[in-house]
């Protein structure tokens, strides 16, 4: 008989001791709060919403409490709190959260430090044992710390262990389970581990199994809800529930603009520079993750930079400011200063910001372009700050060459696509030359795209499903 290949027996040594601890822990921290469907009709309904992630980098995760709420319902939002903050107080999450009597949020324990790495083969080693710690602190938030619900609403990814945890919570308590695609978490895996590794095609078994026994599923995109369908054979309901700006987005107009310019530290002493067209500001969230390639923009800067000082002497200076937070951040910022050191970039000023709810809204709304450099490791996803930038009102050039990216933007009416730095950099030219109408052109479509807000598009969606509206 022929010994199995050594990867088999590790994947198979790495379940049977995954299975065996979460068993043990199950057994351990069984839900001691039962309930029965005809309780849930008493009182104020009550619903959990669960993400493993840091919920202040969830907008749509807030969202969907924020819309329960409105609507009168107990919601329990658990998720992780921001590395930082040491209580919910000092978090940064929506105010309307803090604000809301009926929004209780519950932090999830985070891992040890020492089981986070991008290191690929301690990952490999240590993966394991951080899910049997996230398996344990779900449980004992969702079954002790957490009273029974008439749904839990899952957003996925990050589905290893959520999905597998929730569906035990909703077994035992009677509770119903929706999940919110916003991507799949194999093919995010997949950036690390290649896509032909093993633990890849075990992610996707993982997600397609236990996905089938929601009772109801939301996508972001038309081109999820398909690939849902087909690659993972759900049967259960699958609407599309497209990201919408929640309500603090909106348009500036050029007053506001430049009062906001003025008393933002990064651009306050520029102010008269961009109220004559002089300076641009380019603005572009981020997450400073594998999925979004910023050499893309940065050898674009430099390109421009070039054309600028040489052959193109009336394009206007670039300020470019970059909000977020992630593990890619001081890569970039390196080769930023090193690009700066070489004078590569005369013509453009490059600053990274974390900003407040507010005045992320604000900067939106008072720049003169939005980039999204957002790689889509689906091709079915959709990058929610190219919603919010909408929702301001801000013109869009982002990364297009991805099957759902035509559901959110309309090339030339409210934003444009490219494929290349040399394309990026041809856009950036092409805008903030000469011919100033199609750069307002494309401000009006992004206007007119901030008009289809979250809670209309939540309440025909998600409301129904939920049988709140």
């Avoid at 949020?105 to 394991?128: E, I, K, M």
């Avoid at 490219?418 to 805008?431: D, K, P």
Wanted: charged share 20%; aromatic share 8%.
């Amino acid at each position: 008989m022929e010994s199995l290949p050594p990867v088999v027996v590790k994947i198979a040594i790495f379940v049977l001791v995954l299975s065996s601890v979460s068993l043990v822990a199950v057994l351990y921290m069984l839900p001691v709060d039962f309930t029965d469907n005809d309780e849930h009709s008493q009182g104020p309904t009550r619903y959990q919403i669960l993400v493993l992630g840091d919920i202040g980098r969830s907008p749509r995760i807030q969202y969907h409490a924020i819309s329960m709420g409105k609507h009168g319902k107990t919601v329990d939002l658990v998720g992780y709190l921001g590395k930082s903050a040491h209580s919910i107080a000092d978090s940064e999450l929506h105010p309307d959260i803090f604000a809301h009597p009926s929004i209780t949020v519950h932090p999830l324990p985070r891992a040890p430090p020492y089981l986070q790495t991008d290191n690929r083969l301690l990952f490999l080693a240590l993966a394991p044992v951080k899910v049997i710690f996230q398996t344990c602190g779900l449980l004992l938030v969702l079954g002790h710390r957490t009273k029974p619900a008439k749904a839990l609403l899952l957003q996925s990814p990050p589905s290893i262990p959520t999905l597998a945890v929730a569906q035990i919570i909703c077994y035992l308590r009677n509770t119903q389970l929706f999940i919110d695609w916003h991507n799949f978490g194999y093919s995010i895996l997949a950036l690390k581990l290649g896509e032909a590794h093993p633990l890849v095609y075990l992610s996707q078994w993982y997600e397609a199994f236990f996905s089938r026994f929601a009772a109801a599923h939301l996508a972001v995109s038309d081109a999820m809800a398909h690939a849902l369908k087909r690659d993972f054979r759900i049967d259960a309901p699958m609407l599309v529930l497209y990201d919408r700006p929640a309500s603090h987005f909106r348009p500036f107009e050029l007053q506001e603009r430049l009062a906001f310019l003025g008393r933002l530290p990064e651009t306050a002493p520029f102010v008269d520079e961009i109220e004559k067209l002089r300076l641009r500001v380019i603005v572009s969230s981020t997450s400073w993750t594998m999925d979004e390639d910023f050499s893309l923009l940065l050898d674009a800067l430099v390109g421009y930079s070039e054309l600028a000082t040489t052959s193109h002497p009336h394009l206007p200076e670039i300020m470019v400011i970059i909000t977020g937070k992630g593990p890619q951040k001081e890569h970039y910022l390196a080769k930023i200063a090193d690009m700066e050191d070489k004078d590569k970039l005369e013509m453009v000023t490059i600053k990274t910001a974390w900003l407040s709810t507010g005045d992320y809204a604000s900067l939106l709304a008072s720049a003169d372009l939005g980039i999204s450099l957002h790689k889509s490791t689906s091709g079915v996803d959709l990058p929610m700050k190219v919603v919010d930038m909408f929702g301001a009102g801000l013109p869009v050039v982002g990364w297009g060459k991805f099957q759902a990216w035509p559901e959110l933007v309309q090339e030339g009416v409210n934003g444009r696509g490219f494929a290349s730095t040399e394309e990026l950099q041809a856009i950036i030219v092409e805008l903030f030359g000469n011919d100033a109408q199609q750069l307002q052109r494309l401000r009006s479509g992004a206007c007119k795209e901030s008009e289809r807000g979250w809670d209309g598009e939540w309440d025909a969606v998600a409301g129904k499903l939920f049988d709140i509206t």
